[in-house]
């Protein structure tokens, strides 16, 4: 089935925005891919970079007979810029974005959207490398998009999405906001969670010994270069479940600490051997 | 300057010695190369990849007259390796290892090394990958090795042991014994077991949800897939650094949870801001 549409607009030209721009044109899913952005010179950059075939700082311009519109901001003002963007969405127009969270940003969006206008849309690619400056022609390739409707979805809608999602290159999965929150809570902001910590954990050594940290360390924390901005958000939007996440965590810490303690050196390596197990079950 | 040696001796040829092995012959440091290991199978293997120039199952014809003796064999069982090759080394022989902790098993090895032959090496390369189906020809190339002399360790054997790693392709680093297990702890064992904790906790999503697990996860957790066996003696020999910093982490998790508990937002972007400019400082 082909995709061809006339006009997608995306809202924050960053990384993940800017990246996808780029794909829809190369795909020619698109005739026209406008960028909206708050900074003009970001956005031009955008539009050198090839990412987008226009660029305004108008909301009303940007959205205006669109098929599509992706939201590529930070999770704590994805609902604020529905609300802006509603009043000028033509009938049959889509909105998603590609949040980190979804619960708590549908409530909010829920209130507004009486058209059902949105679906959420969460693409697992990314890095903690941020804005145009890294943008990647192959991003989405490969990767998987998790697309969280609801019992408001229209379904021709939401056929339409998994199709725009499947031509950028991405398998996808369907979860329910609140399934979707808990479940990559634990898999995706723990470990950003973790990693961060385990960095602040070791600035002396980083300060100090820098010479000396190899690869075990630069993997295990290399999210923790993540955006600080993007991450507060992120934390607090699905507070709950990482709280939830932080406990388990914590036993499964104190659990082994006793081991430890108590010299069960057996009842240890039957837990490390669990571990290696379940991790060779990844790729 | 040059290093010609007629006789290495390694004991043990996994990903480690076999890698090494490979080095040894390939930048021709050793006429000889002498493979010994316990399981006559995998001694056939290491010969036909050309690893080794010879294999033996007896370790007094391994180390007789060797120059250096590798011993790449788990930590719990070094002292004792060593206690059984010292009958039979010649006078200007070299010991080392490449053990990830190094007071403990220098204390034990202190008590029978008469002759001051042995030397701790650590060099900071490896993967989670073990055994002679995964050795790397490149796996030493680069890398950082810390060498631990301590007061009785002789300056001429000192110098021709940094020269050694040097010749393999890496830089050396000294600290000694003690210093080395604190600094380790914090780089590397509490990342290693953060991360087997964190796949542990993560096991429902892993076995159902496996196709949400995104780049991050995978990352954060590469060590998790680490030999159960070598992971659980490292544990265990560097007890009360790890139970430090496992102390310490443990502090920040409740540091970081308390402001998430009472939405001090500012609070948790600043720490997170720092994480990412001390991550910044790393490759």
Partial sequence: MKLKLDKIAILGTGLMGGSLGRTLLKNKISKQVVGWGRNIKKLKKALSKKVVTDITLDLKTAVKDADVVLISLPVSIIPEYFKKIYPYLKRKCIVTDMG?????????????????????????VGSEK????????????????????????????????????????MQTVLLNPDEHDKYISG?????????????????????????????????????????????????????????????????????????????????????????????GKLQ
């Avoid at 697309?147 to 999405?161: A, C, H, Q, R, S």
Wanted: aromatic share 10%; glycine share 4%.
């Fill in 130 to 169: 941020t804005g145009i400056d890294n943008i990647k022609d192959d991003l989405y390739k490969k990767g998987v998009c998790i697309i969280t409707p609801d019992k408001t979805t229209d379904k021709t809608k939401l056929e339409f999405l998994k199709l725009f999602w499947k031509k950028v290159g």
């Fill in 100 to 124: 980190s969270v979804k619960g708590k940003i549908i409530k909010e969006i829920k209130k507004y959207d009486k058209a059902a206008y949105f679906i959420g849309s969460h693409p697992m």
């Fill in 187 to 279: 898999i995706s902001h723990l470990p950003h969670l973790l990693a961060y910590l385990l960095t602040l954990t070791q600035e002396q050594n980083i300060i100090k010994r820098k010479e000396i940290i190899g690869r075990g360390f630069l993997d295990t924390t290399r999210i923790a270069a993540s955006s600080e901005e993007i991450w507060t958000d992120i934390f607090f939007d699905n507070k709950n479940n990482l709280l939830s996440d932080i406990k388990k965590y914590k036993e499964k810490l104190n659990e082994f600490e006793l081991l430890l303690r108590k010299n069960e050196k057996e009842k240890i390596k039957k837990l490390l051997r669990k571990a290696k197990f379940l991790r």
